[in-house]
């Protein structure tokens, strides 16, 4: 193996980042702040805090502090499976044949299968030093219900899971290892919740969404006492967390004298590449060093390629706050995608703020392709990974290949969130090469994009 890089960077214990880095305080134009729906005004502390828990509220508004101190009982728990290794993928270099160096950080490390524990710990945290009953939510492919079960129970907090219909019925193994971590799983839109029987009403062979199961979770929670909402994306305090991704990133390429080029995550909610970027965007706004940013998103959801910057509510139900962001519209239902984890019509306000400024570039790309990606990673690296992350997969190959072509020994980074034991139904499909393309028309993103709330 050449220049003494190992295939596998371990960082020590000692070595885990004691801060988290909020990308925020080096924004000269900051994200537009959230808005209540009602007064068109943006969103106070209190107000914020009858949503979630207050800490998390302050997170969510605090615009000027780089650096948050992780509590010691998040740190403590992050010891179970951090730090995460970076891995030099000498393998696939080699069977690309090209000059290029590839990394990737690997988050699958963890019974949940991906980056979402790193938020849903100092979540629950936050919720239990609060002195909360329990937390609700939502989850799409699963793995945020899963990290978030896996999270009260470690802080003994009840957890109340609305899974999005299809993932519900096509990852029955996901719902149970929720309800082994003693999670309440229900499948949404359910007729549990007002939003829920309505969506049903108007949509009775609803999929579902995201969006639709933030609603019914958010009502649930300011609709019970002693429980609180809390969300495993999108939201800046989430990309707070998920900073421990890159600071670690950045704390083991220093080490090695690693400098990435092209930095690459798949984007859903934008929290796992957000979290990746952001120390490494920190030293790019303060001018201290140059890296090329690549969002990934699919082609059947595409919030940054072919969505429009706007006020768009969070969630179907329209109770959340409003968010300026890059979107489809709450009202967009996308396709039933193997990609769960990415179907979501919104974007982080942080991503999307980068993205307006040009800091960060966007592609899409399509599910057959990703797959393709997948399995031969899987085939070469060994690690079966899931739908989402083999989109940052499938664009990390497709520039280590261009650099082939061009001879150019770039440094490519790419975030690896998760493994995809839970995808086979996915992969079966591909294996039977029943898998389809779908890509949204013009009109379907406009007749969402049309209904837009009307705040400037
Ligand atoms: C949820 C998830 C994603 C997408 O969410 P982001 O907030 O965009 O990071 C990506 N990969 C995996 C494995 C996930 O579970």
Redesign the pocket.
């Known amino acids: 193996m050449s220049n003494n890089i190992p295939y596998k960077i371990y960082l020590d214990e000692n070595e885990l980042p004691k801060q988290w880095y909020n990308v925020r305080a080096d924004m000269e134009k900051k994200p537009s702040p959230l808005v209540n729906p009602a007064s068109g005004k943006p969103m106070t502390l209190d107000e914020l805090s009858q949503v979630f828990c207050r800490e998390l509220a302050a997170q969510e508004l605090n615009d000027t502090d780089a650096y948050i101190d992780i509590p010691e009982e998040i740190i403590n728990f992050y010891k179970m499976y951090r730090p995460s290794p970076l891995v030099r993928a000498y393998y696939l270099e080699k069977a690309l044949g090209t000059p290029a160096k590839i990394y990737y950080k690997f988050e699958g490390n963890n019974t949940s ?4 524990l790193n938020s849903a710990i100092a979540q629950a945290y936050y919720a239990k030093k609060q002195g909360l009953k329990g937390v609700t939510t939502e989850t ?2 699963g ?2 219900g899963t990290a978030l079960s896996m999270a009260c129970s470690y802080f003994d907090l009840d957890c109340k899971v609305y899974m999005v219909k299809c993932s519900y019925e096509q990852k029955p193994f996901r719902r149970e290892v929720m309800r082994t971590y003693g999670a309440n799983v229900t499948p949404s839109p359910s007729d549990t919740t007002e939003v829920g029987r309505k969506i049903l009403a108007k949509f009775p062979d609803t999929n579902g969404s995201l969006g639709c199961a933030i609603s019914e979770a958010v009502e649930a929670a300011v609709s019970t006492e002693g429980y609180r909402y809390v969300l ?3 939201l800046s305090q989430v990309l707070l967390h998920q900073s421990i991704i890159g600071m670690e990133t950045m704390t083991a390429c220093d080490k090695y004298g690693i400098k990435p080029d092209v930095i690459i995550g ?8 957000g979290g990746l970027i952001s120390p490494f965007m920190g030293r790019k706004l303060r001018g201290e060093a140059d890296y090329q940013f690549i969002a990934v998103e699919p082609a059947s959801c595409p919030s940054l390629t072919r969505g429009v910057y706007a006020y768009d509510f969070c969630d179907t139900g329209a109770i959340c706050p409003l968010q300026k962001m890059y979107t489809l519209g709450s009202n967009f239902m996308p396709s039933p995608s193997h990609a769960g ?2 179907r979501y019509h919104g974007m982080s306000g942080i991503v999307s703020e980068l993205y307006d400024q040009g800091l960060i570039e966007a592609k899409s790309v399509e599910q057959t392709s990703v797959f393709e990606a997948a399995t031969k990673f899987a085939r070469i690296e060994g690690t079966l990974p ?1 739908p ?2 083999s989109h940052a997969i499938k664009a990390a190959i497709d520039e280590a290949l261009r650099c082939k072509e061009t001879g150019e020994e770039k440094t490519i980074l790419f975030g690896l ?2 493994t995809g034991y839970f995808d086979m139904y996915a992969y079966q499909q591909y294996n039977d090469g029943t898998m389809s393309d779908y890509i949204p028309t013009d009109e379907e993103i406009k007749n969402s994009i049309d209904t837009l709330p009307n705040i400037k």
């Open positions: 299968g991906s980056h979402k799409g492919a793995q945020w495993g994306s999108v798949c984007a859903g909610g934008g929290s796992n590449l984890g990415l899931a989402e992350s969130t998760g």
